[in-house]
Every structure is written in structure tokens, then in C-alpha cells.
């Protein structure tokens, strides 16, 4: 990969370099499905239930990592496009509406901003200087493929950019060159400076730009670029905004101060092989940030949003030394807090629990010590901002919001105290997808909620000076993020691990060389500035499952980038190990047979039930040593990422089979060396032919991957990738049940029907097979499904469409457990039945609830799901742990449902897909009273009655 840059003269001398966060690039494949969501009106109030006004905090965060820089540029435009389209817009137009609002800015984002007021450039707009006629074939292809890298939404209201981007890449002119690099910057301003001269007389001429054209467009944004933080800071010192900010790189802070902390929340995720554990760290991570937004803004900020909502008891100690007054989380946080497992809702969408949630809390590091206050964020109300009211009409979705806090002050009638609201979301992304860049919403909002009587808009330093009595003494602070109430999407799989143990490498690596005193004070500092970067939340996001780029990689050799730069830092030679990429290379799978081909000869793979096997057809004129390299999923030990002469695999190898022809031997090391000790690979055990047991190889399940390459005379098979090849159906499951399905009952009750959308095609929700089986410590479900299981929306785990439950009678006849399923099916249980666990599985937010004396308890495990697209099967692996039931699991019984997971749901529905009588786009047809399309029901005709019953109804089995 190309050489970063080197930045310099941000809190020292370090070049320094970050990566993308969630949602900064509109290329990025959505994470949620289409917009497209079901009555989620709330219902509104006809008398109010009390006098009492009701305090709302609106908070816009916006965040940018920082990201590298290739000769001289930085290589994503995001910094730049946001500030000519929302950075300066969002805080003029708030300070304008004279409603109070806050804005969480982060150091990464000032810093760039001040780096681009000062003159430095991103790749995009060093392609749009390039007169179009003097573009290379690169330069060219670059324009043609990245500058429509804008919502089609924002495309569709200039007329010539739609119709370039309607045209055959291969029949552009110079002039539709020249016309693109113009619309794709024209693009990306708010409508507000569109409206303006210069700009306006550019949207009126539509196209046929002059090269001159471009130097307006520049100019426009130079202008805009060097008054953001100037506006920021000028506002809030007149009191018409606020400003609050994150520690300095965005970290995930509880993780930096003790990695272990998120086995609270997750005690089944893959742990680093060693503990990272820098306390001093965070605390350096805190005040730098402070740091940073003081210099820039003129003004300490009070108040902080953690990245990404990450806190726990284990930090406030920090923000109280720091003078952190109050701190931000999600609500899942206060629900784990307060041993709640989550906030439930009514039918409207309202919490019920809306006294505990509406309020500040406070939290102490210990007894003597200071208080720090905590407010906590409304999911719905903040999500429903950033995803749904984008397809309404701004005053019915201004109306909406206002309805719903009417509900919200209803439920908290009789309540003691003053209450307040925190809405809480991402303040530069969601607008793209709104009418006219959400201008008209955000006017009517601001209207709405500076002229509706019974509220009153607020900042949180305000409502905390003005009601200080109000704030609960919070125990203990749960450690968790806004996501889930887990740090899941940052640590608890097998790269994110390799990640973090990375990272404890480097830190080892610069704390060896202070104590030795090897470096000298300002390669000390410069080596500090680049860990505190490495330690931010952007890079752990991309890794594993759980989030997905669509270029992965490339976070990737930026993060182990910026871990060179430490070592850089103290000037020593770069270890090996940072050249081996973290995410392997996506592989060349085997063919049906298993084979591989390539360069050093053909490999073959199959599997029994016990064992791996091999046959190698070496190339003609091969006749020396064989390796072959095999990384298998769940093997123990380190992983090693390149050849024995030190070329690199793309994946990390777990074992190395030496085959020497000339004396017909073969040895297999399972405990692989670390880079650069390739001697200890003699230690070995010798093979009687090419046949590996699966216990060797740490176990395998069915449809895991194992990475295989074969090395020979410097030569590789497969030659450009890593090959792959996929277990089947292999040993390890004790089953306990298999039953058919009637293909073709994918119709609900018998009336229902699919959306309309072409991603739904026939049979993708017709289940024709269930079976579960137990290992020691999983439970393994299997859904055979008639249509193969794609993901057009791009799933960490490759589940986009169907949502599934299991529902489990622990103690089958006892009568206990929950008889109505998961919020949103709309039936029971047959027969009076109970469930005492039930899983649901999608490819976001599979979670596991279990039945209590005090109702429903939510959990959300490490669930590993495995899709075998082709085969239409999907395989969950659920923790035994988990489902809290000791019963002998033979004893069990289950019902399975099939559903359609929705992105967007309606209020008071568990993210399945709503029913209306005629199916459109996103919906159901048929009008049935569930959204339960299939259910596991062996016998012709008995689904049928069971969900047109009233109420419908699963059985178990």
C-alpha cells in the first residue's frame, strides 16, 4: 500500500492519520433496511395529563475521523463536503431559530478543519482542480467512479447531473467530464449558499461549465471551510448555542482504561490474548480532547459525549478530575444501570418507565469525591430523526415528534420533579436523505419546539444549573455504549481482538522504550501522540462482523499505519508484523469439488467427519519442499500472516503442513512462531500422509471458512488470494430434533403476501426445514430456507431480509413463562403454552430474552450466525449460558416463527416488517393480523388455523 503523509504540528510534531467513521461515506452500504416504515404516528393528546412543562435537549454530534493522506491529501472529502453542507448551516440556523441546542463536536473533526482552513487539500478536490481536458486515463477513471459519490436524492435536483449520471461511463465527453467535477462540489452545499451569488448563477446555467466555473466553486468553499469554528466559537460565547466534545480520538475510553470491561455486558466475546489496560491513557485521551476544543473554540467545554456513548464506573473518576460536569450516554446504558435490561414501550412507542429515563442522574467515583451528572438518550425519538422523518413532510414530522414528547409528558404525570427529554444523533449524515437537505424539517422543528406552550427547550448544562435538585444518585454506571448498552461493535470478535492485541504490542513497545530510556523526550512525545490515535473507536468499528465498509482493508492498513508511526516515533525500524493485514484478503473459494488451482500446482481439500484432506498435484518442474498453510477459525494460539521466507499470506496462517517429496514425509506445526522465529517451525508432528484431524485444528463447525494456501518454488496457490473452503455438515452437535415445513406456506394465515421490492424474491421467508442440536456449552439452530439467503443490505453476518424466533418451554406443561411472543408478532403461544427463553435472529440486533417473575429480560449474547447463501440454510449458535434454562434439552419444546426484519420500524414493533391490506414496496400484504409469515408446523393446513385464529397463535413442537 502507498505511504501516509505526514501531518504535523497538531499537539506535537507526529504525523498523524485516522480512518472513516460509521456513515461519514454515502457510498457505504446502508446498515438498516429502506426507509419505507409503517404507522409510526404517534397518537395525540386531546387534554394534557399535567401542568408540568417538559424540558428537551437537542444535541447534534458531528464527527469525522481523521483520515489518511496520500501525497499530500487527505484521501476522503468528507471534512470539506460536510462543512460547505452542514457544518456552518446546522449551527447558524439553530442559533437563527433562538431555540437553545448543542452541538458535540470532536477534536478529530476542529482539527481538520483547521488543517483545511490552513490550505490543504483532499483528493477529491486535487481531481477537481485538473482542468478536464488534462486529466490522465487515472485521473479520469478517478472522476468517472468517485464523483457521483452523492445520495441520488441530492443528484435528482440538478437536472444535468442526473443525466450524467443516467450515461454510459464509456461515452463521456470532456465537456461531461468537466460538467461532473463542477456538479459533484455544486452538490455538496447546503441549498442556503445554492441560493446565494456566486453559486446561484452556477445552478442557473445547469452545465457546459468553464473551467473558470471550478475557481467560484473553490473559492465558495475556502470561504465556508475557514468560518466554521469561528461561527461555533462566536456563538457559544454569545450564548446562542453549546458546544461539548468526545476525548480526543473518539476513543471507546472504558476499553483504553481495562479491555476486560466489556465482558459485563458481553462475558461469551473473544478476549485479546492479553488485557490492554492504560488507564493514564484515557486520562490523556480526556484532557487532550478538552485540549483541542479549548484552542480552537476559546471556551473549555463542560460537558462531553463520550465516542460513541462509551462509558462506565470504572472512568467517572476521569471526567471528575478533568472538570467534566456531565457526561452523555444511550438509554440501554441507564436500563443495564439500573438492572432494567431495557426500557419497554407501549403500543405509541412511549417508555413506560419515562420517571427513571426523563431526568439526570448522577454518579460518583466514590464517596468524597465530586458528582458527575449522566443524561441518557431516547433511542426511538433520537432514531426516528435520523432515519424515518427523512421520508415524511417536515410539518407532519415536526407534528410527530411534538405528539409523542405530548405522550411523554402524559406518562410522567404525578411524577416529582422536572423531567428532561435527551435527543441525541449524528447532525451532519441524515439530511442528504431529507427534502431540500432537511432545511424545511429543521425549521419546523425548531418552531415547533420553540412555540409549543407546555415545553421548553434546553441545553443539559442549563437544566442542570437551573434544576441541580432534580438529578437521582445513580449506584453504579454500567459499562456500555449507545449501541446496545455493549462495546459489541468494538471488541468480542476474532479481529477485533487481533486488533486490540496489536495495539497492546505497540503500547508495550513505547513504555519499554521510556523506561529504557532509548528514546529521547521529543520522540517520547511524538511516539505518544500517535498511540493516543491509534487508540480511537473508528478503526475497532471496522473490524469483524458487525460492520462492514464495503472496504474493510482499508481502515486496516491505515490503522496498522498509524501503529508504524509509533514506532516511527521512537525512531525504530518498523516490526514485520505491521505489514501482515488484520482482515485477511477475501479468498478464492474451492470449487464444488474442493479445488484449488494456481501457479504452484492444484490443491484439493474435502472433508470427513473427523478430518481434513488433502492431495497435492505440484506443478511440472516443482520437485522441492511443500508448504501449505491453513487458518483455521477457532484454533488457539497465534495466527502468523506471512511464508517462512517472509512473503504475506493475507490471512493468518494457524498451522504450516511441510510436505518433502524427495523422502515422502509430512509434518504439521500447529503452534505457529511469530514472525521472524521461522527456526521453531521444526518443531512438528509427523503425519502418516495428508490427512488432519478437526480436533487438530481446534474444531470446526459447519460453515466455517478455513483459509488454505499452498506455497512451492516461490510460487502460490492460488496465486493472487488466499483459497478457501467451507465446512459442511461435520460432527460436533448432538441433535435433538430435525421436522419439515410444507414449502410453499410462506403466506401467513394464507392471505399474506410479499413487498413488491425486487430484493424479495419467491420462497425467501418459506422456512422447509428447522433441526437444533447441543454442544457443551451452545445450542445450534438450523433454518432451511426454499430460496438461497441473500444480503442486499449488506448484514455483518449476511442476513438482510428474514428475522427469526425461537421460542423455548424449558419446563414443557408447568405453565410458566411468557405466553404473548416478542413485541410487534401480534399472537401467543398455543394452548396456554409459555416460553421461558426466546432468541431472535437477524443480522443486526439478535438478542435473547428471557422470562422472569418481573416479565421479559433482554440479553444480547454473542450469537454466531453462519449464512450458506447457495444452500438457502442459515446456523445460529447461541450460548447455553444465555437462555438461563437447566433443564436436559431433550426435554424442551420449540416454536419457530419466519418474519421480515424492517430497518424502520413502527412504533411499538421488535424491527419486523408491518402487514397492510395491499402490498407496496416495503409492506406486507393481505391485511393479517400478525406479521408472522411462515411458522414451524409440520402438518398440511395446521399454520393456517393457527394464525387466523384470534389471537393467532404458534405451537410448539
Not at 417538559?54 to 496520500?70: G, I, K, S
Not at 433511542?379 to 409523542?404: C, H, K, M, P, W
Not at 416488517?913 to 393480523?929: C, E, H, M, N, P
Request: proline letters at 6%; one cysteine or more; hydrophobic letters at 40%.
Amino acid at each position: 500500500m502507498r505511504q501516509f503523509s505526514a501531518r504535523r504540528g497538531w499537539l506535537g510534531a507526529l504525523a498523524v492519520v485516522s480512518i472513516a467513521c460509521s456513515g461519514s461515506d454515502p457510498g457505504a452500504a446502508p446498515t438498516t433496511t429502506p426507509a419505507g416504515g409503517g404507522d409510526t404516528t404517534a397518537a395525540t393528546t386531546t387534554a394534557p395529563a399535567t401542568t408540568e412543562p417538559l424540558y428537551v435537549a437537542l444535541e447534534w454530534h458531528m464527527h469525522q475521523p481523521l483520515y489518511p493522506m496520500v501525497d499530500g491529501a487527505v484521501t476522503r472529502p468528507w471534512v470539506r463536503a460536510h462543512a460547505t453542507k452542514d457544518y456552518l448551516d446546522m449551527a447558524t440556523r439553530a442559533a437563527d431559530s433562538g431555540v437553545p441546542v448543542t452541538f458535540n463536536v470532536t477534536p478529530s473533526l476542529l482539527l481538520q478543519l483547521e488543517e483545511m482552513a490552513n490550505g490543504v487539500d483532499d483528493t477529491y478536490r486535487v481531481h477537481t482542480r485538473i482542468a478536464a481536458d488534462q486529466l490522465t486515463a487515472e485521473q479520469r477513471q478517478f472522476v468517472l467512479d468517485r464523483f457521483f459519490d452523492t445520495n441520488s436524492k441530492i443528484v435528482e435536483r440538478f437536472p444535468r447531473y442526473a443525466e450524467l449520471a443516467a450515461k454510459d461511463r464509456d461515452t463521456f465527453t470532456t465537456d461531461d467530464v468537466r460538467d461532473l467535477q463542477v456538479l459533484w462540489n455544486l452538490a455538496w452545499f447546503d441549498p442556503t449558499f445554492l441560493a446565494e451569488t456566486p453559486l446561484s448563477d452556477l445552478v442557473a446555467k445547469g452545465g457546459g461549465f468553464a473551467e473558470a466555473d471550478k475557481a467560484i466553486v473553490m473559492t465558495e468553499q475556502d470561504r465556508i471551510v475557514a468560518e466554521v469554528i469561528p461561527a461555533y466559537a462566536r456563538l457559544w460565547q454569545e450564548g446562542r448555542i453549546e458546544v461539548t466534545t468526545t476525548p480526543l480520538a473518539h476513543p471507546i475510553l472504558p476499553l483504553v482504561a481495562d479491555t476486560d470491561l466489556f465482558l459485563q455486558s458481553d462475558p461469551q466475546g473473544i478476549t485479546p490474548e492479553e488485557r490492554f489496560r492504560e488507564y493514564q491513557d484515557a486520562q490523556l485521551q480526556v484532557q487532550r480532547g478538552l485540549d483541542v476544543a479549548e484552542r480552537l473554540l476559546g471556551t473549555r467545554p463542560t460537558g462531553m459525549w463520550p465516542g460513541e456513548g462509551s462509558v462506565a464506573q470504572e472512568v467517572v473518576q476521569i471526567f471528575s478530575d478533568e472538570g467534566v460536569q456531565w457526561i452523555a450516554t444511550g438509554e440501554d446504558v441507564l436500563a443495564r444501570s439500573l438492572d432494567a435490561g431495557s426500557f419497554t414501550r407501549d403500543g405509541n412507542g412511549t417508555v413506560e418507565r419515562a420517571d427513571d429515563l426523563y431526568r439526570s442522574w448522577t454518579v460518583r467515583a466514590a464517596a468524597d469525591q465530586p458528582p458527575v451528572q449522566v443524561v441518557f438518550r431516547d433511542t426511538v425519538l433520537s432514531d426516528l430523526v435520523g432515519f424515518e422523518y427523512s421520508g415524511r413532510g417536515a410539518g407532519e414530522a415536526a407534528d410527530d415528534l411534538i405528539a409523542r414528547l405530548g405522550l411523554v409528558r402524559d406518562r410522567l404525570a404525578g411524577s416529582e420533579g422536572a423531567h428532561l427529554v435527551t435527543i441525541l444523533l449524528d447532525g451532519e449524515n441524515a439530511w442528504e436523505y431529507y427534502a431540500n437537505d432537511g432545511i424545511d424539517f429543521l425549521d419546523a422543528l425548531y418552531d415547533r419546539l420553540g412555540n409549543t406552550p407546555w415545553l421548553v427547550p434546553t441545553t443539559p448544562t442549563a437544566f442542570m444549573v437551573e434544576h441541580a435538585d432534580a438529578a437521582r444518585p445513580l449506584a453504579r454506571l454500567a459499562a456500555g455504549s449507545w449501541i446496545g448498552g455493549t462495546f459489541t461493535t468494538w471488541i468480542g470478535e476474532a479481529e477485533e481482538a487481533a486488533a486490540w492485541d496489536a495495539l497492546r504490542t505497540t503500547r508495550l513497545d513505547l513504555r519499554r522504550a521510556q523506561q529504557q530510556g532509548t528514546a529521547t523526550d521529543q520522540q517520547l512525545a511524538a511516539a505518544t501522540e500517535a498511540m493516543l490515535w491509534a487508540e480511537g473507536s473508528d478503526w475497532f468499528w471496522w473490524y469483524g462482523f458487525d460492520q462492514d465498509s464495503g472496504d474493510d482493508r482499508y481502515f486496516d492498513g491505515a490503522y496498522r499505519e498509524l501503529l508504524g508511526q509509533v514506532y516511527d516515533g521512537l525512531g525504530q525500524a518498523r516490526p514485520a508484523w505491521l505489514a501482515v493485514p488484520l482482515i485477511p484478503d477475501v479468498p478464492v473459494d474451492a470449487d464444488a469439488e474442493g479445488r484449488l488451482t494456481g501457479s504452484a500446482g492444484d490443491l484439493l481439500a474435502t472433508f470427513t467427519d473427523t478430518t481434513l484432506q488433502l492431495a497435492i498435484t505440484p506443478a511440472a518442474g516443482v520437485a522441492g519442499p511443500l508448504e501449505v498453510y491453513i487458518g483455521a477459525p477457532r484454533a488457539a494460539g497465534n495466527a502468523r500472516g506471512t511464508t517462512l521466507d517472509g512473503r504475506v499470506l493475507g490471512f493468518g496462517a494457524t498451522h504450516l503442513l511441510q510436505i518433502d517429496l524427495g523422502a515422502g514425509t509430512t509434518c504439521l506445526t500447529s503452534v505457529m512462531p511469530p514472525v521472524g522465529q521461522a527456526e521453531l517451525i521444526t518443531a512438528c508432528q509427523p503425519l502418516d500422509g495428508l490427512e488432519v484431524s478437526l480436533q487438530q485444528l481446534g474444531g470446526l463447525q459447519q460453515g466455517d471458512r478455513v483459509y488454505l494456501r499452498l506455497a512451492a518454488a516461490g510460487q502460490f496457490t492460488p496465486a493472487g488470494a488466499p483459497g478457501a473452503v467451507v465446512a459442511p455438515d461435520v460432527g460436533g452437535v448432538e441433535p435433538i430434533m430435525e421436522l419439515a415445513d410444507p414449502q410453499g406456506d410462506d403466506h401467513g394465515p394464507g392471505s399474506t403476501t410479499y413487498p413488491t421490492d425486487k430484493v424479495f424474491v419467491p420462497g425467501v421467508f418459506d422456512l422447509i426445514g428447522f433441526s437444533w442440536g447441543v454442544t457443551d456449552d451452545e445450542v445450534v439452530f438450523t433454518f432451511d430456507m426454499a430460496a438461497p439467503v441473500q444480503n442486499p443490505w449488506n448484514s455483518p453476518v449476511g442476513l438482510s431480509l428474514q428475522t427469526f424466533d425461537v421460542y423455548i418451554d424449558g419446563d414443557p406443561g408447568a405453565g410458566t413463562g411468557e405466553h404473548e411472543l416478542v413485541a410487534g408478532r401480534d399472537a401467543v403461544l398455543a394452548g396456554g403454552d409459555g416460553w421461558d427463553a426466546a432468541v431472535v435472529l437477524e443480522g443486526w440486533t439478535s438478542k435473547v430474552l428471557r422470562s422472569t417473575a418481573d416479565g421479559a429480560v433482554e440479553d444480547k449474547p454473542t450469537i454466531g450466525i453462519t449464512v450458506i447463501s447457495d444452500r438457502g440454510r442459515v446456523i445460529a449458535r447461541v450460548p447455553r449460558s444465555a437462555l438461563g434454562l437447566s433443564s436436559d434439552p431433550s426435554t424442551w419444546r420449540l416454536g419457530v416463527a419466519v418474519l421480515s426484519q424492517e430497518g424502520y420500524p413502527s412504533a411499538g414493533v421488535d424491527r419486523v416488517r408491518d402487514v397492510q391490506a395491499t402490498a407496496s414496496q416495503w409492506k406486507l400484504g393481505g391485511g393479517a393480523a400478525t406479521r408472522i409469515i411462515d411458522l414451524l408446523a409440520p402438518e398440511e393446513g395446521t399454520q393456517e388455523a393457527l394464525l387466523g385464529a384470534s389471537p393467532p397463535a404458534i405451537a410448539l413442537q
